[in-house]
């Protein structure tokens, strides 16, 4: 579902699916892992982790203009370099646990060699795989994502329809000491400036409940003492000392080029300082952007002169609003759709109410009716 659905009142028009994939072309696709229960036994489980995948051109070998931006960076997103570099995103884009990073990598470089999607005369690549902490509530030194899982997420990404909350990546995650996971949004412009799409995917794993704030409304205020997460005594020290992290990723039909990327990955700070992260000195906040409009043929390397269309950017204040708004709503649609969860020596991490959710938006006459 999502948190329209509840009455929730967001600003800016959605998209069909009001996700990501409303941006023609792109694709996401879900690994779920979720196993066992009981005490932690590592290499064992309680297993509750996953891996996501999105791909900007669907299942091909195209590179598109993309852009990066580390609001604070206590966090991994491998191929970032090339990418700020070269300004260039060629192949998937990954999320998943801290400590499955090198795993997707290296897997994706396998899947894209496997189905011939690599161009040029060499075969190489530098995937960007992106990661936020599970360890509350998965067996994180288990080792569990294998190749096999980050197969099955590029081979079944599909577009429409987007699962939220307890899936792939986000299975494990935790949002204002809620349930988290992923959630997406999108925005469509008005005629005037195009009719451009703007589309989020977030993997929420981050914040404090006291900062939680819903369309203006201070839910985490009101809920502050409860349903907090029940952590075993072991762990609990660490718990209060880590903030978590947030992974968002933007695509856009819109042609930019990617310095005007790179700005539009620094406006996912303004939907996300809207529900209450403002970058803890703890937390990887790491933001990618990517433009589906120009499509770059590398292959030609003899051709001088390239030409590649690109917005004025006297107009490009919409997109900015767009992308605020829909990295809003997304995290708000991962806290809707997750789900209560126990994990290792039964920590457990409660869904976001949706009866008190609504009882709370009622009282500060900001639920639409």
């Known amino acids: 579902m999502k948190a329209r659905d509840l009455g929730i009142p ?3 028009t959605p998209g069909k699916n009001n996700a ?3 941006v023609e072309g792109v694709l996401v696709g879900h690994s779920t ?3 066992g229960e009981g005490e932690l036994v ?3 489980g309680p297993i509750r982790t996953g891996v996501s995948t999105i791909l900007p051109l669907g299942k091909t070998a195209g590179e598109v203009f993309a852009g990066f931006f580390a609001y604070n960076g206590n966090g991994e997103m491998t191929g970032s370099h090339w990418l700020e570099e070269s300004g260039h995103l060629k192949g998937p884009i990954a999320i998943t646990n801290t400590h499955s990073v090198g795993l997707v990598r290296d897997a ?3 899947w894209l060699f496997t189905n011939n999607l690599f161009r040029g005369r060499v075969f190489w690549g530098l995937p960007v795989v ?8 998965n067996d994180l030194n288990g080792f569990h994502i294998k190749k096999e899982h980050v197969f099955d997420a590029l081979d079944n990404a599909k577009s429409g329809e987007i699962l939220e909350g307890n899936v792939g990546g986000g299975t494990g995650m935790i949002c204002h000491q809620f349930k988290g996971g992923i959630g997406t949004s999108s925005r469509v412009l008005d005629e ?6 703007v589309g989020v995917l977030v993997q929420a794993n981050y914040g404090w409940r006291s900062h939680l704030t819903v369309s203006g409304v201070p839910v985490g205020k009101e809920l502050e003492n409860e349903l907090l997460p029940e952590i075993n005594a072991v762990y609990e020290n660490i718990q209060r000392e880590s903030e978590g992290s947030i992974i968002v990723v933007v695509a856009t039909d819109a042609p930019l080029l990617p310095y005007q990327l790179k700005r539009i990955a620094k406006r996912v700070t303004a939907g996300l300082a809207r529900v209450g ?4 000195n703890g937390s990887g906040d790491i933001f990618i952007a990517f433009s589906t409009a120009n499509k770059i043929d590398s292959t030609d390397r003899n051709k001088t002169v390239k030409n590649y269309t690109s917005l004025n950017d006297n107009l490009i204040d919409p997109l900015f609003k767009a992308t605020a708004e829909a990295t809003e709503e997304s995290i708000i649609n991962a806290l809707v759709n997750a789900q209560t969860m126990k994990g290792i020596n039964d920590n457990k991490v409660h869904a976001l109410p949706h009866d008190k959710l609504v009882e709370i938006m009622k009282k500060y006459n900001r639920l639409k009716s």
């Open 10 to 12: 967001f600003e800016g």
């Open 33 to 35: 892992i979720i196993e």
């Open 277 to 280: 992260g403002y970058g803890h």
């Open 108 to 110: 994706i470089v396998e």
């Open 20 to 22: 990501i994939s409303d």
């Open 42 to 44: 590592v290499g064992k």
């Open 130 to 137: 992106a990661e936020t902490h599970d360890g509350w509530l």
């Open 192 to 197: 005037e400036f195009s009719g451009f799409t």
